[in-house]
T-cell receptor, first 112, second 113 residues
């Protein structure tokens, strides 16, 4: 069983569209994250959620809206997609008290 | 604030040679340090971590790293490179209650036959 899963794996869309990426973890963790990996492979935190509450919003444009319906899920909705949003988005999870994060396989977003 | 510097964006070694990937960190609080590996078009896989205790940590695939507080370093080593080690390697730092990793810029390891 996959510990942290993301859907879809690939996403190709036009500028201006709205899209969502879903993340689920079956590890029983209470903290979930979204990271963005740009074309130069640089990884940067976007959001952190603990027990469904937003803990970190790292100056991400408000076109990005995370939603955590429960502790096992953290979805990312992106409005009005721009060319610069093209990247790989990684979801991760961890347990408070253990700082080890487990990453999903990534969603490769290409905005045309 | 925390930061990570990975020296060398590209490292090439011959198969069977020593692998050394460098990571230096900055942290005003006790750090937790990690190495992750990313194979092409794949996710991030944890290689090893240092939280507390023994400063020499062993990970998967024969890799190890040593936490040196005096040098603020956490370099990754492997005695003998294998072709399958070719990948991108990321060092990351965090600490208790920060709810995020700070990643280095990555080092692409190339293994030559």
């Amino acid at each position: 069983d996959t510990a942290v899963s993301q859907t879809p794996k690939y996403l190709v869309t036009q500028m201006g569209n709205d899209k969502s990426i879903k993340c689920e973890q079956n590890l029983g963790h209470d903290t979930m994250y979204w990271y963005k990996q740009d074309s130069k492979k640089f990884l940067k935190i976007m959001f952190s959620y603990n027990n469904k509450e937003l803990i970190i919003n790292e100056t991400v444009p408000n076109r990005f809206s995370p939603k955590s319906p429960d502790k096992a899920h953290l979805n990312l909705h992106i409005n009005s997609l721009e060319l610069g949003d093209s990247a790989v988005y990684f979801c991760a999870s961890s347990l408070v008290g253990s700082e080890t994060q487990y990453f999903g396989p990534g969603t490769r977003l290409l905005v045309l | 604030a925390q930061s990570v510097t990975q020296l060398g964006s590209h490292v090439s070694v011959s198969e069977g040679a020593l692998v050394l990937l460098r990571c230096n960190y900055s942290s005003s609080v006790p750090p937790y340090l990690f190495w992750y590996v990313q194979y092409p078009n794949q996710g991030l896989q944890l290689l090893l971590k240092y939280t507390t205790g023994a400063t020499l940590v062993k990970g998967i695939n024969g890799f190890e790293a040593e936490f040196k507080k005096s040098e603020t370093s956490f370099h990754l080593t492997k005695p003998s490179a294998h072709m399958s080690d070719a990948a991108e390697y990321f060092c990351a730092v965090t600490s208790t209650g920060t709810y995020k990793y700070i990643f280095g810029t990555g080092t692409r390891l190339k293994v030559l036959a």
